[in-house]
């Protein structure tokens, strides 16, 4: 028993150097994200909508992309595991072509459908035309974030997560300081009694759009540069060409991976939709929630990209005790963090509503079902986790089973019955993916439980 302690606490300071780089970037992913709604809800609940609107489309795009990284993932984190120093720089070339490939196929289908996307996500007829713009910009430098997105995935693959999140922190502050001047138009500020004259074009949501867009080429741009200089990941002298042996396990894991992601995606979409046809008030509501609902997730996914990398380097190595008590640690720990988040979430969900809207009914609506997932916030937190270490391994097929499962078969068809048979508004669609997540945690933990311990 002495033993098993010992070897947990020596777990704790890889699991936490790992971490807590990743929470730190997406924490400050986060605040930007926090910055653009408030600043963006200043301009109106229209802007606000219009804006948000088109969240679970880049949900969709992102997360499809990130899959084809979780395929490198495990496969450097593995060959890392096991010495195989060969293996990861042929599997970061392999990866320096799929973003290449990836980047330009998703720039062009995404500026294609810019059109029709807000016909797609139900937006309202008189903010669908700001809303296509804001989403073509938003998508020109998708090479860049492509780039972002896989380069990222290899470095905390190798074990380097402050990289990405000293990345992360220079595309905040493009992003914060060109709102500042995109958005707005000249004004006049007061500072310490002083009336300063602050420059501003004036864009609105346009301008929002031109920020972001910009920010996400400078993360493209210095993170490519760091892989092009690191000993490991470097492709230079390589020669780019597809390499099926590297190339064919990577695929093996992405591709449920990527069918995961752009299932579960495409459900947040029709999701989306269905809430958008809600009403303004119920889409801003909804918006907003999900902004404040995503910093109190922080603590999950950084232990999740932690577990993803040491599950991959245990299972390399082959040693399954590791393994377990990796499982074990990493659970009791995600469980603690999520109860304080959701504990926080639940107190203090109106006064993170009133920092986006001054609207009375969105707050009161935000704040209802933010208080609501602040319940389910432990739960869902073990899933993330047991999903990570297993992606970490290669094995993707069964958390997609159960997340297309969990995202069809509860929240759509509950949010369906619930909308467009009941008559219901949007409490009862968050009812609907509340039972999901706790859909997701009773799988997981019958997966871990009962079949985990044969890994």
């Not at 196929?105 to 007829?125: C, E, G, N, W």
Request: aromatic share 10%.
């Amino acid at each position: 028993m002495l033993k098993k302690l010992n070897s947990r606490f020596l777990l704790l300071p890889a699991i936490f150097s790992l971490a807590w780089p990743t929470m730190l970037e997406q924490l400050l992913q986060t605040a930007v994200q926090y910055i653009d709604t408030a600043m963006v809800g200043t301009l109106g609940t229209d802007a606000t909508a219009a804006v948000g609107s088109t969240v679970t489309v880049n949900w969709l795009i992102g997360s499809t992309v990130s899959a084809l990284g979780v395929g490198f993932l495990a496969y450097i984190s593995q060959a890392d595991g096991a010495g195989e120093k060969e293996k990861i720089t042929k599997a970061a070339t392999q990866a320096t072509l799929a973003v290449i490939i990836c980047g330009l196929f998703f720039t062009v289908l995404t500026l294609s459908l810019s059109p029709f996307v807000p016909a797609l996500m139900q937006v309202a007829p008189s903010i669908r035309d700001v809303t296509a713009k804001y989403f073509f910009i938003l998508y020109s430098p998708m090479l860049f974030r492509t780039a972002s997105i896989i380069f990222g995935t290899l470095l905390r693959a190798v074990g380097d997560t402050k990289t990405p999140m000293k990345v992360g922190v220079w595309v905040n502050i493009t992003n914060v300081v060109l709102n500042f001047l995109f958005i707005y138009p000249t004004r006049t500020v007061s500072v310490l009694g002083f009336n300063i004259s602050v420059y501003g074009l004036g864009l609105g949501v346009i301008g929002a759009a031109v920020a972001s867009a910009i920010a996400f080429a400078v993360g493209g741009i210095l993170i490519t540069v760091k892989i092009l200089k690191h000993p490991l990941l470097s492709p230079l002298g390589k020669p780019l060409k597809p390499d099926m042996e590297i190339l064919r396990p990577c695929l093996k894991v992405a591709l449920p991976n990527a069918l995961q992601r752009f299932g579960t995606s495409l459900g947040y979409v029709a999701f989306a939709s269905m809430v958008n046809s809600l009403g303004e008030i119920s889409t801003a509501a909804h918006t907003i929630a999900n902004t404040v609902e995503s910093a109190f997730y922080i603590p999950g996914y950084g232990m999740q990209a932690a577990a993803a990398t040491l599950a991959g380097n245990a299972f390399g190595a082959k040693d399954k005790e590791k393994l377990r008590q990796l499982g074990r640690t990493v659970i009791f720990i995600e469980v603690a963090l999520m109860i304080i988040s959701g504990a926080l979430l639940f107190i203090f969900a109106p006064s993170m509503m009133r920092t986006f809207s001054n609207d009375e009914a969105v707050i009161t609506l935000g704040s209802t079902v933010l208080r609501m997932v602040a319940l389910s916030e432990p739960f869902y937190g073990v899933s993330i986790v047991i999903e990570g270490m297993l992606q970490g391994m290669g094995k993707t097929v069964t958390p997609f089973v159960f997340n297309i499962i969990g995202m069809w078969g509860i929240r759509i068809v509950g949010t369906f019955v619930c909308i467009n048979l009941l008559g219901r508004g949007l409490v009862s669609a968050w009812g609907a993916m509340i039972l999901h997540n706790l859909f997701l945690f009773a799988m997981f933990n019958i997966y871990y439980y009962k079949r985990g311990r044969r890994i």
